[in-house]
């Protein structure tokens, strides 16, 4: 599965790539340098990173499917009080 991301998150990523180099490399990346290393990422990397989210997304869902009658149980029958109880006739 190829991980993409909205064109709006793609410029906020390249802008802190370039943030990162100049700041952390020494190095002064243009956008084409930028655009390089993150599509490097998101097909090298990101897969790595999606597949781990997807596994802890089901340990989560797995986990709540186990308690759900526990989470979602109503009780039965509950309108008389148990010493109210009679056996019928």
């Not at 709006?8 to 243009?30: C, M, N, T, V, W």
Request: hydrophobic share 45%.
């Amino acid at each position: 599965m190829r991980v993409a991301l909205s064109d709006d998150a793609a410029k906020r990523a390249l802008a802190s790539i370039q943030r990162y180099a100049g700041e952390h490399l020494d190095e002064d990346f243009g956008e084409l340098q930028a655009r390089h290393l993150l599509e490097f990422f998101l097909m090298e990397i990101a897969p790595s990173v999606y597949n781990a989210a997807i596994a802890d997304a089901q340990t989560y869902l797995r986990d709540r499917v186990a308690d759900l009658e526990g989470a979602c149980y109503a009780p039965e029958f509950g309108y008389w009080p148990k010493a109210t109880i009679r056996k019928p006739r």
